[in-house]
Each structure stands twice: as C-alpha cells, then as structure tokens.
C-alpha cells in the first residue's frame, strides 16, 4: 500500500527558510502529479505547488519566487524548499499526488517571531 510521509516542518522566524519533504512509500508508486496543498486555522485548503512526471511546476500566486517545488524520482520524493517565509505562510502542509489521489498525513509550518 503506498503511503506519502510528509516532514520537515517546524517553527522558523519571519524571513527564514524550511524544506519540507514528502516520501512516497512502495515499490509501485507511480504518479503524474504531485504536489502540496495548505490548510490554514479557519481556512480552505489551497494549492500550493504542483509538480508532474515529466518536471512541469506550477504555483500559487502567493508561493511564487519563494517556494521552489521538485522531485527526486529515484527516491519517490518531492521537496518543497520555502524561504522568505511569512506569518501568512503558517499552516498545515499536506503532501498529494494522482492518480489516485492520495494525500499525507500533513506538517505543521509555523512562522513567527
């Protein structure tokens, strides 16, 4: 059974940088997209950054030129490196990808002073 384990979430200060990382577990994980969404206290769940099998990246308009999205297809792991980091950005972060849709467990990204 495949599973997404997301990690490298954390507390960081305003103007700092995280890494978070999303393994995808077993031998016939396959995908043509993955990807991050977050949730915020209160609030719907937005996409974030998407990545697919052949290295196309899009981002949401508040993650641009801050959050880098990629993937290391030998190790089924996508990255999310964040820096420039805001007290907006704080919010659950949750590992997907398709097909089928899957999702990770989330990690917690809090960004304060």
């Known amino acids: 059974q495949v599973q997404l384990v997301e990690s490298g979430g954390g507390l960081v200060q305003p103007g700092g940088s995280l890494r978070l990382s999303c393994a995808a577990s077993g031998s016939t994980f396959s995908f043509y997209v993955m990807g991050w969404y977050r949730q915020a206290p209160g609030k719907k769940r937005e996409l974030v950054a998407t990545?697919?099998?052949?290295?196309?990246?899009d981002y949401a308009e508040s993650a641009k030129g801050r959050f880098t999205i990629s993937i290391d297809n030998a190790k089924n792991t996508v990255y999310l490196q964040m820096i420039s980091l805001k007290p907006e950005d704080t919010a659950v972060y949750y590992c997907?990808?398709?097909?089928?849709?899957?999702w990770g467990q989330g990690t917690q990204v809090t960004v304060s002073a």
């Open positions: 997907y990808s398709l097909p089928p849709e899957r």
């Open positions: 990545i697919t099998s052949g290295g196309s990246r």
